[in-house]
């Protein structure tokens, strides 16, 4: 019979022998089974599909039982057909698939069984198959993707079920019974045996069983990018995010109108914002920073309220994908922000309004913390409930936050500092706010797919691109007269590299000003944190100069402070009382203890041999104590004696 052409079958012609004999004859297992499925998708217009099914397993049995009977005799003795190895026959959606089982028969009327003298030992009263095998690339562990066949369609052809699984669950009789809670077919009764099923099952069916390797995170594998990479030709990838993030996972994709998109965007750029410009930059750039194994940074837009900062962060995160899931909130906890920054990877990570943290009562060190958390690209370790190390959580991006002030402020520590870049928006970015930020929510995920094709084009060139805009920061520092940090020129510089490759997009000529990333970037002065705790220090004294100079004068002639004593100046030097030394450290967030240390080596601090403290006795104070002494330059602080008197000189030992 000719079936060149399949699609021209009449239902007649699908169930006579004579097709089935002609099918057959086609010697080519490949070429056979593309001919079955043609003559299947036949069947299924004309309602058929299961009758033709049935055909098809008939065949095949007729076959097996004719090859048994064959070899069936072996020196005379017959052999029990039971300890033959079994083949299955099954059909999983449309393909159909002929695993070895062993001692197992499996087959869609009675599921999975052997038989143990004369009884049937049931593993399943489904088929049940592995069909996947997936190993994570981060830590090595092993899944499975189990599939059964339970229940009916409208066209009555048996359900596909499939369920992704560690494989330690598969392994072990007593944990396979959880999967009955997602409609997997297993009791306590059976457990064992399905166990028993199943690794024979992978055992004698290594073709069969396609493998994977998983990742639960996005960003660069080799030159690949996660996940727009997946399903590529030579991609073996697959993406495998735990339960309680897939939401973030799944939003990394395109929806919606990119021309919509581009339009909102292309408004924004026109209005030349520097501010805009380079947090749209930053968003980009994040996904080369890991390329030339730079560290995490902190990009930070600060203005009034009502000039944009939310809707711009969520244009910013619009280019990779649904900014709903992409942007966090400030007062999530450590442990869910690190999962979250563990999955983006290379991707930038939104957290919105961080002064969220400080208004909760956390103050300035607790976002101190959260800056070092978020920016040292790497979580902290922790046991799990069996007291096993968890994976580490790992990140190299840009994290995008937005605030009312400048978050590298002067009560920051220095190591925060250096990590953080301000952009100040100095005027209202967006006319109507609402409609932008419902563009953002509807129309996303294009540009940040053209981006990756853009940079992987370019590859090897990045680091070059980047090292010509870091030459070019440090030139125009040098011309404005200032040294700016190095630990900030290199993010900078990696925010204009990015703003030059993403030009490809837009089209629109527009590009960031040099001298304006230069003016943002902190001085290398500003960045000391012990220069500033210094400055603090002298601006406390300058400040609350009644504590620290008796200028007061009693009946006697004798001198006393006004307030509280909080220390003595003089020409020379501060003592500083020891508690009032501690708050002025903990109202500026600065170590009290690593800034005597400083002091020490730079030769400012007074003290006793072996200690980082001396014992005197102030002016009115009949009890000597210890006191921290700080020596300062005559210009520094000009101690005015307005009773025109000869004071009382501290005492040391």
């Not at 392994?171 to 009955?180: C, F, G, H, Q």
């Not at 690794?199 to 994977?212: F, G, Q, R, T, V």
């Amino acid at each position: 019979m000719n079936i060149e052409h399949p699609e021209k079958l009449t239902i007649e012609e699908i169930l006579s022998e004579e097709l089935l004999d002609a099918v057959y004859e086609e010697k080519d297992l490949v070429q056979r089974q593309i001919i079955i499925g043609q003559i299947m998708a036949r069947a299924k217009e004309l309602k058929i599909k299961q009758n033709y099914q049935e055909l098809i397993k008939a065949k095949n049995k007729k076959i097996k039982d004719e090859t048994k009977s064959e070899s069936a005799v072996i020196c005379g003795t017959q052999i029990d057909q039971r300890a033959v190895v079994n083949q299955a026959d099954l059909f999983i959606g449309d393909t159909e698939i002929k695993p070895v089982t062993g001692k197992w028969i499996v087959n869609p009327e009675e599921g999975i069984y052997y038989w143990y003298g004369q009884f049937k030992v049931y593993a399943a009263y489904y088929p049940i198959i592995i069909s996947k095998r997936f190993n994570n690339r981060e830590n090595g562990k092993e899944e499975v993707e189990l599939q059964w066949l339970k229940d009916t369609d409208k066209d009555g052809d048996l359900i596909t079920h499939s369920f992704k699984v560690s494989k330690s669950i598969v392994s072990s009789n007593t944990k396979i019974v959880m999967l009955s809670d997602y409609g997997f077919p297993v009791t306590s009764e059976t457990s064992r045996a399905l166990v028993s099923y199943l690794s024979d099952y992978e055992k004698l069916n290594p073709h069969l069983i396609e493998h994977k390797i998983s990742t639960g995170r996005l960003g660069w594998i080799d030159r690949r990018f996660m996940p727009y990479d997946i399903g590529q030709k030579g991609n073996n990838y697959v993406l495998s995010f735990p339960p309680n993030s897939a939401n973030l996972g799944q939003a990394v994709k395109y929806s919606g109108s990119y021309e919509e998109w581009l339009k909102l965007a292309l408004g924004v750029r026109k209005s030349k914002q520097q501010a805009a410009l380079a947090v749209m930059a930053a968003s980009f750039g994040s996904v080369i920073l890991p390329v030339l194994g730079m560290l995490p940074a902190l990009i930070n837009c600060y203005g009034i309220s009502g000039c944009g900062k939310t809707v711009l962060l969520n244009l910013a995160m619009s280019i990779w994908g649904d900014p709903r899931y992409l942007i966090a909130e400030s007062t999530s906890t450590t442990n869910n922000l690190e999962q979250s920054l563990n999955l983006m990877n290379h991707l930038p990570f939104g957290v919105d309004d961080l002064s969220k943290i400080t208004n909760k009562g956390g103050g300035i060190e607790k976002l101190s913390e959260m800056i070092y958390m978020l920016c040292s690209g790497q979580g902290k370790g922790r046991l799990n409930r069996n007291l096993e190390f968890r994976d580490t959580s790992k990140w190299c991006n840009f994290i995008l936050t937005n605030i009312e002030r400048p978050l590298a402020d002067n009560s920051m520590q220095g190591g925060a500092i250096n990590r953080v870049i301000d952009f100040q928006i100095q005027e209202r970015i967006f006319e109507d706010g609402n409609r932008a930020v419902n563009i953002c929510k509807s129309s996303y995920g294009h540009a940040g797919m053209v981006f990756i094709r853009i940079v992987q084009e370019r590859f090897d060139e990045l680091r070059g691109i980047v090292e010509k805009y870091e030459a070019l920061l440090a030139e125009h520092a040098a011309k404005s007269g200032h040294v700016k940090e190095q630990k900030q020129i290199l993010p900078m510089a990696v925010i204009l590299a990015a703003d030059e490759l993403s030009g490809a997009i837009f089209n629109d000529g527009i590009r960031l000003d040099i001298d304006y990333c230069v003016e943002s970037l902190k001085n290398v002065d500003e960045v000391s944190e012990m220069e500033r705790a210094l400055q603090h220090i002298e601006d406390e004294v300058a400040i609350n100069r009644m504590h620290y100079v008796p200028d007061g004068i009693n009946d006697d002639g004798d001198r006393y402070y006004r307030s509280t004593i909080f220390g003595y100046q003089t020409e020379e030097s501060v003592a500083f009382v020891k508690a009032a030394f501690e708050d002025i450290a903990r109202k500026y967030n600065f170590s009290a203890k690593q800034f005597l240390s400083w002091a020490d080596k730079k030769g400012i601090l007074d003290h006793n041999p072996g200690r980082n403290d001396k014992r005197m006795t102030i002016p009115t104070l009949d009890k000597r104590q210890y006191c921290y002494v700080i020596l300062v330059n005559n210009d520094d602080f000009i101690e005015e004696n307005p009773f025109n008197m000869t004071e009382k000189e501290p005492t040391f030992d």
